[in-house]
């Protein structure tokens, strides 16, 4: 997956929010910034999962690393 403009600017600004970015920032600075955060944005998307990896085949539950399928049950399911 790509990441788009909307995306990268959610990010920059959840960052401000954090305190990880400075508020104000010279247009020097506002670039560096958001090559830093599309960099951070593209590896962070480079390590999900794809949601082929985990339902295939119309799986509905498939367990993760060897661990038991638990099916939860609901009101009125056997």
């Known amino acids: 997956m790509e990441i788009n403009n909307e995306m990268l600017q959610a990010a920059i600004r959840k960052a401000v929010e954090a305190g990880l970015l400075p508020r104000h920032a010279s247009p020097e600075e506002m670039r560096i910034n958001r090559d830093l955060m599309r960099v951070v ?8 999962p794809s949601p082929s990896r985990y339902v295939s085949k119309g799986e509905r539950f498939r367990p993760v690393a060897d661990l038991p399928v638990f099916r939860p049950r609901f009101a009125g399911s056997n």
Request: proline share 0%; charged share 10%; hydrophobic share 60%.
């Open 41 to 48: 944005l593209q590896a962070a998307m480079d390590q999900a």
